[in-house]
């Protein structure tokens, strides 16, 4: 019997609102995510240019920088989630290097198994043109392939997703970490969602706020620029970093553009704020998804102490 949920673990998925202050991870996020900025801007510029293998090589560049820098930004958080000394950003980026391969077995891993499932399902479909069995099979398929493909999106949403990563970096392994998720998903799979529900909603919180004083912190900006400056630099192009629109987006958009130095810092000013904007959502996430994994690690914990302490009594 799974352990019930209490104001404390909640609490504990609350407490990740203090993300932003561990600095080390803010860093490693910001520069991870901004590096994986530019290698996307030079693939498509590749792309454009029709030069397709750059343009991949580039976009393949793009996403494992975003994969390691997630992962060395989930290891700092892990350090903090768990209340130990946060390490080195070079020491986290250089294990970093270990986790991710792990991160994608236990994806794929899991991916299969849905796979294996889904396939076995559609095999069974085949039988429903059969004469006289094949309606009433069908009928017991629809309940059954409506549960199996509702477990295969809930598993991913609610456990591969935010769980793979937080037990990759307490440094379990593939066959571990896929162990716990199938484990979670028989005995405590509500249990995950409520927590991870309200992670969502921590972080949903984190980016409204954030979206908040960014437009309106830029509107307001935008207006004080022109009027008090007269700056000749139109008002969609002050706001347009803020957004993380460049020129090229802001011509095909038929918007009116100034290449000027001012309407350049303009998009380099405004393109701070968007990743920051950006980075702090993301930071919060990942906080509540260590949480989250530590409920649930201490609950399973507390079950097995409870039913060894029920064997030893029966003994």
């Known amino acids: 019997m799974s352990r019930k949920l209490s104001l404390q673990d909640l609490n504990r998925v609350l407490a990740s609102l203090d993300a932003p202050r561990n600095g080390q991870a803010l860093y ?13 801007a030079s693939a498509e510029s590749a792309l454009a240019k029709a030069d397709n293998l750059w343009g991949v090589i580039w976009g ?4 494992l920088t975003a994969l390691l820098c997630v992962n060395t930004t989930g290891l700092l958080l892990m350090d903090q989630a768990r209340g130990q000394p ?9 294990a970093a290097w270990r986790t991710t391969p792990r991160m994608l077995l236990v994806i794929v ?18 039988a429903v043109r059969l004469p006289w069995v094949g309606a009433p099979f069908f009928a017991l398929l629809v309940p059954l392939g409506v549960v199996l ?5 809930f598993s991913g949403v609610v456990l591969v997703g935010p769980l793979t990563g937080p037990s990759v970096w307490t440094g379990h392994g593939v066959a571990d970490t896929v162990r716990m998720q199938l484990r979670q998903l028989r005995h405590g799979p509500l249990e995950a969602a409520a927590l991870m529900a309200a992670a969502l909603l921590i972080s949903g919180l984190v980016s409204a706020v954030v979206s908040l004083i960014v437009v309106s912190g830029g509107r307001a900006w935008a207006f004080v620029v022109v009027w008090w400056t007269g700056i000749d630099v139109p008002a969609q192009q002050l ?5 993380g629109y460049g020129l090229r987006s802001l011509g095909a958009a038929g918007a009116p553009v100034s290449v000027t130095p001012l309407g350049m810092s303009a998009l380099v000013g405004g393109g701070v704020v968007f990743a920051v904007a950006l980075v702090l959502p993301t930071l919060v996430y990942l906080r509540a998804c260590c949480a989250v994994y530590l409920v649930l690690q201490d609950a399973a914990q507390a079950e097995m102490r409870a039913a060894g302490a029920a064997e030893s009594r029966w003994v």
Do not use: E, I, N
């Open 86 to 94: 946060v390490r080195d950003v070079a020491d986290a980026f250089s």
């Open 60 to 63: 393949v560049m793009a996403l």
């Open 28 to 40: 490693a996020l910001m520069s991870g995510f901004c590096l994986a900025g530019l290698m996307l």
């Open 109 to 126: 891993s899991m991916l299969l198994l849905a796979s294996v499932g889904v396939g076995l399902l559609l095999l069974c479909l085949r």
């Open 239 to 243: 706001m347009a970093g803020l957004f």
């Open 149 to 153: 493909l509702g477990a295969v999106a």
